[in-house]
């Protein structure tokens, strides 16, 4: 079975420019998360989906962060307009609808560089 | 709020060396316990878990046990290997919260042979 794809995997970028980034999560996984990794820290959760409705989205700084899932499969981060502190490998994840499973399993990451 | 707090690296051992990675968790109610790799370069996967209190998972030699007396989930190996250098991160997830992962902050691991 295919893994979580994401991409780009890396993106450099000057602050106050855009940027998205893309995930693909496991087949007839319903559930899909966004993270940020912060250098030297671990993942934050940013937003999480079941299928094309948002579930959590606390901690997404919402002036400048977006995120959708318009057919419950594929979803697209974007970061508009970036700052310095943005700089993070964003981690896309997905998890089966299922009781009997919590485990996540993780995209290989998008590091983004603002400068 | 629950949160996980793991032992500060960076972690250098000699191979053979035994391995252990100190993590606690803070969380209402029994949530479940996982033991993430992030190998350089690479995302996070799953090494292990565990669901319910005095579980053990184990997983290429590596192990922890879930013990609620001590809101404890430490990891150990008992022969570390070269290829076992990576980024070790402890996560807590409860189906109350839509399963959501709160990561300790990462334990570095080298092996030198």
């Known amino acids: 079975e295919a893994g979580v794809a994401q991409s780009p995997r890396y993106k450099i970028i000057e602050k106050r420019q855009s940027v998205a980034f893309w995930c693909n999560p496991i087949s007839g996984h319903a559930t899909l998360y966004w993270y940020q990794q912060i250098l030297g820290q671990g993942p934050k959760l940013l937003i999480q989906?079941?299928?094309?409705?948002?579930?959590?989205d606390s901690q997404l700084p919402k002036d400048r962060f977006s995120a959708e899932r318009l057919k419950g499969v594929d979803s697209t981060l974007k970061i508009q307009p970036a700052k310095l502190e943005d700089s993070a490998v964003y981690l896309c994840?997905?998890?089966?609808?299922?009781?009997?499973?919590?485990?996540?399993?993780f995209g290989p990451g998008t590091r983004l560089t603002v400068l | 709020g629950d949160s996980v707090t793991q032992m500060e690296g960076p972690v250098t051992l000699s191979e053979e060396a035994f391995l252990t990675i100190n993590c606690t968790y803070t969380a209402t109610g029994y949530p479940s316990l996982f033991w993430y790799v992030q190998y350089p370069g690479e995302g996070l996967q799953l090494l292990l878990k565990?669901?319910?209190?005095?579980d053990k998972g184990s997983n290429k030699g590596f192990e922890a046990t879930y013990r609620k007396e001590t809101t404890s989930f430490h990891l150990e190996k008992g022969s570390v290997q070269v290829s076992d250098s990576a980024v070790y991160f402890c996560a807590l997830s409860k189906k109350n919260t839509g399963n959501q992962f709160y990561f300790g902050t990462g334990t570095s691991l080298t092996v030198i042979p």
């Open positions: 565990a669901t319910k209190a005095d």
């Open positions: 994840a997905s998890r089966r609808n299922d009781l009997s499973t919590d485990t996540q399993y």
């Open positions: 989906f079941q299928n094309n409705g948002v579930v959590d």
